[in-house]
């Protein structure tokens, strides 16, 4: 059974920054595209950012290009989400899945607790 575990959120003000991290087990991580997604208090969870299996190719929702970037390091099982420049709109609970298809986006795997990030302004 996989398991995503989600850290790094806190506190932070407007302009500052935060790197988020997902440590996954449970299946050979590698083989999985990684989506980053957030769902900010009332609203629907949604896609932020995305990265390929090989991390060679990712992709980020208009709201956050320019200023989040995705990464994974295979050999730790972990995928990354480093928030510049950041705005009050940005506050939400952050959560790391497996995603099937790229482009697409769609969730695998149960959602793990998430971590929230507060940007204050």
């Known amino acids: 059974q996989v398991q995503l575990v989600e850290s790094g959120g806190g506190l932070v003000q407007a302009g500052g920054s935060l790197r988020l991290s997902c440590a996954a087990s449970?299946?050979?991580?590698?083989?999985?595209?990684m989506g980053w997604f957030r769902q900010a208090p009332g609203k629907e969870r949604r896609f932020v950012a995305g990265?390929?299996?090989?991390?060679?190719?990712?992709y980020y929702a208009d709201s956050v290009k320019g200023r989040f970037t995705i990464s994974r390091d295979n050999a730790k099982n972990t995928v990354y989400l480093q928030m510049n420049s950041l705005k009050p709109e940005d506050t939400a609970v952050y959560y790391c899945?497996?995603?099937?298809?790229?482009?697409?986006?769609?969730?695998?795997?149960?959602w793990g607790q998430g971590t929230v990030v507060t940007v204050s302004s």
């Open positions: 449970g299946r050979t991580f590698s083989d999985y595209h």
């Open positions: 990265i390929s299996g090989s991390g060679l190719t990712t």
């Open positions: 899945n497996s995603v099937g298809r790229f482009g697409v986006w769609d969730p695998l795997d149960a």
